[in-house]
């Protein structure tokens, strides 16, 4: 079963969350630094505490996933790792839009390889969107344990999408 939650519910911002809200806003003014992607996700995993922080950028083959940038408790991986969409949590967010398992997702999912060799339990990914509304990629944040303050993620995801819809939509 998808756990979700209302998003129209309002939240009171803290000091703190208004601050890594606001510092959201300016990373994306930065999108043509050279090290925008890096930067972002470097960004969301000081703010998340995920293990894992992923972009991943549709391919040309349906339902295929190409692994872009991966952060590994707060290490840059390089990898360029394909995987299917199917019988992964990643095929859901592409079918429902933004998603979170607070908890589960590895018995949840149990075709997915990279969950049970990172040891996640928790996941929210947001769809990236290019201009005509198709799905051009993934940002996934993977953890051992349920992920802090998902209305945060939520925002902060969407402050920081336009951005990356522009550079995954450019020619590889």
């Not at 606001?22 to 293990?51: K, P, R, T």
């Not at 592409?94 to 908890?103: D, K, M, S, T, W």
């Amino acid at each position: 079963m998808l756990k979700s939650w209302n998003p129209r519910i309002e939240v009171a911002w803290s000091t703190e969350e208004k601050l890594i809200l606001d510092a959201a806003v300016l990373l994306a003014q930065q999108v043509n630094q050279e090290s925008y992607i890096s930067d972002l996700l470097s960004f969301l995993h000081q703010h998340s505490g995920a293990d894992v922080v992923m972009l991943c950028r549709k391919t040309t083959l349906p339902k295929e996933m190409q692994v872009r940038h991966l952060l590994l408790k707060g290490e840059s991986m390089a990898l360029q790792a394909y995987y299917p969409l199917q019988g992964t949590p990643c095929a859901n967010v592409n079918r429902h839009g933004i998603l979170y398992f607070a908890e589960g997702v590895q018995k949840q999912f149990p075709q997915d390889h990279y969950l049970r060799v990172f040891r996640i339990e928790s996941y929210f990914g947001a769809p990236i969107l290019g201009a005509s509304g198709e799905l051009v990629g993934i940002v996934s944040l993977l953890h051992h344990k349920p992920l802090p303050h998902p209305h945060l993620l939520e925002l902060l995801l969407t402050i920081l999408s336009p951005p990356l819809e522009t550079l995954l939509e450019k020619p590889v």
